[in-house]
């Protein structure tokens, strides 16, 4: 059997207008550690330890400006929360998600 030679794959270009519309202000999924929301549970640990949450990101015209949030909402997740003594139950916690962004 024979080696075929690889063949180059053409790159396709993105546009400026599909690069513009991924890096734009507005609410992308983000992981956020359970700690990092509710640093008074230190002393526990949770499973996951870190969630999937929509948060403001992307990018302002203008570098003075920051990406924030105009609007939130609330989102009830159940995690398991393991106590020091080994005991592990089910607790819902609520978290904040964006749900629209501006450059301020």
Request: proline share 8%; charged share 25%; aromatic share 8%.
């Amino acid at each position: 059997a024979s080696l075929q030679p690889l063949q180059p794959r053409s790159l396709a270009v993105l546009t400026f207008r599909e690069i513009w519309n991924r890096s734009f202000c507005r609410p992308l999924e983000q992981l956020v550690d359970v700690i990092t929301e509710f640093p008074n549970e230190v002393e526990y640990i949770f499973r996951p330890s870190c969630v999937s949450l929509q948060r403001c990101g992307g990018c302002c015209g203008d570098e003075g400006l920051r990406c924030v949030p105009v609007e939130t909402g609330t989102v009830t997740m159940q995690l398991l929360k393991i106590k020091p003594n080994g005991e592990a139950p089910y607790v819902e916690m609520a978290f904040t998600e964006h749900k629209k962004c501006e450059c301020r």
